[in-house]
């Protein structure tokens, strides 16, 4: 069975930081292409980080560039989204998912086959 499951949202301050875990079960991470995204309340997903399974090569979304880092170790099955500076528009709920990219113009994208985690809550609030 594969799960994807997320851990480390909290309730943190503007300017803080998180450091969210997705752990992957049932299959390897270094044949997938990985993601993060987030959905805010009232709001549609949002594509956030992604990691290519080929060369590592990574995606952010403009909102989040220069203070988001996404990483992933293959060995433990583990993909990580460092969170820094965090504004009160991050909050969210994160999800990682495995995706699929576009060999045209490399946008990462999921499909029918790709799996999802649960979901963890990020808020960000003084």
């Known amino acids: 069975q594969v799960r994807l499951v997320e851990s480390g949202g909290n309730l943190v301050q503007p300017g803080g930081s998180l450091r969210l875990s997705c752990a992957v079960f049932g299959i390897s991470l270094s044949a997938y292409n990985i993601a993060w995204y987030r959905q805010a309340p009232g709001r549609g997903r949002e594509k956030v980080a992604c990691s290519s399974r080929f060369d590592g090569t990574t995606y952010y979304e403009e909102s989040v560039k220069g203070r988001f880092t996404i990483s992933r170790d293959n060995a433990e099955n583990t993909v990580i989204l460092q969170m820094n500076n965090l504004a009160p528009e991050d909050t969210a709920v994160y999800y990682c998912?495995?995706?699929?990219?576009?060999?045209?113009?490399?946008?990462?994208?999921?499909?029918?086959?790709?799996?999802w985690g649960q979901g963890t809550k990020v808020t960000v609030s003084s």
């Open positions: 998912a495995t995706v699929a990219v576009d060999p045209m113009d490399g946008d990462y994208y999921p499909t029918p086959n790709d799996y």
